[in-house]
C-alpha cells in the first residue's frame, strides 16, 4: 500500500530469493502469487540495510517501520532492532515503529505491545503502536480500498501512520486504545473458527450470525476488563475485523475451523506451516478471561474442540444448552 504512493516504500525479507523476487520481477510468489507489485517496492535482505534506510530518509518527520511478521517471530524482530537501532538521542527526530500481528504469547500471555516493549526499553525516541483492522493482505496487494485502526498511546504516532498512507487506498482512523485494539485482533481469530466450524459443519447463516454477534460480546467483555475502551469493538478492529474474517474465503483462522467441521484434524491442516493466530492464542485468551474471572464460552468450545477432543456437534450442543440468560 505505501509503495503505490510513494518511492521510499522498502521491505525487508529474511529471505534473500524473496527480496530478489520483489526487486527483479516485483512480484511475491511465496506469499501474493499472481499479483504485480508496485514497481516502486524494493526489497533487501540486509536488516541493517533496512534500518539505516529509515534512519536516512530525507524527512525526519517520517521515519516508519511497519513490522508484517506472525506474533511468533514479533520478539525475535524487535531483539534484532534493539541490537541494530543505534541509540539516539533525547532530541533525535522519533521513529514510529507499529506492528500487524494479531494474536497472544502462547506462553508468557503477553500482548503484543508487551513483547515490544520488553525488547526495546529505554528508547524515548522510539513510538510505538499497532496497526490493525479488516485487511486481507491479498486485496491490499490488489491495491483494493482498506479502511484500518492505529492505536499509539502518542498521537504523534497515529499521526505520522494516518500521514505515510494518506493517498494510498488504504485509510487510516486513530485511536489511544492500543488495548482494546490488540484485544480485537486477536480474538477475531478465535471467533473465526468457530464460525468456521459452523459453516463447515453446515448449521447454517443464523448460526453463523449468532457466533459473530455473541463473539463480539465475548471480545469486548475481556478487551474491557483488560482495560480496553468499549466503544473500540465496534470499530474496525473490533467488529469490522471479526466480520472480515468470520465471513471472507480468504481468511486462514476461517478455514481452519471449516475443515475442522468437515472432519480434519489439526495436525493434518496446519501440517503446510499455515499461519492461523486464533490456534496459538485461545488457550491464552481462555486462561485470561479465567483470571479475570469472565464467562468465555465460545473462546471455552474453540479450546475444547481445538485441544481437548471435545466433537464440534458437542461443542455446539453445549453451548446451545448453556442457562438462559439476558442478552
Ligand atoms: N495476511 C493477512 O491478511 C493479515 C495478517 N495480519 C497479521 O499480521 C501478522 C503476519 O501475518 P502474515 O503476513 O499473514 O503471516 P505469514 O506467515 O503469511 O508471513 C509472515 C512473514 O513474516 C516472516 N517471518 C515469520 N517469522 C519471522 C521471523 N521470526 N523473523 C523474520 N521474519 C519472519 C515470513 O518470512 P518467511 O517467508 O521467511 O518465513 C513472512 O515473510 C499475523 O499476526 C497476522 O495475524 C494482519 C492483517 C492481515
Ligand atoms: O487478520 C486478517 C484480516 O484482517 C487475516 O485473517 P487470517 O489470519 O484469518 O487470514
Redesign the pocket.
Known sequence: ALASARSDALIW???PE?ARAINQQHLNP??LPGIDLPPALRATSDFDAALAHVLDGPDPADRLIVL??????LA??CRRIAQALPALGPDAAPVHLLW????ISPDTHEWPHQIVAQALPDRPWLRTGVL?GP????EVAQGLPVALTVAGRDPDTTRAAQAAFHGTRARIYGTRDVMGVEVG?ALK?VMAIACGISDGLRLGTNARAALITRGLAEIQRLGVALGGQADTFIGLAGLGDLVLTATGE?SRNRQVGVAIGQGRTLEDILAGGM?A?GVRCARAAQALGRRHGLDLPITDAVCGVLFDGVAPTQAVAALLARDPRDE
Open positions: 525479507a529474511r529471505d524473496q511465496r506469499y508484517g511478521v506472525p506474533m511468533a517471530g525475535d524482530v500487524t500481528c494479531k494474536g490493525s485487511s486481507f493482505a491479498r485482533g481469530n480468504l499461519t493466530e
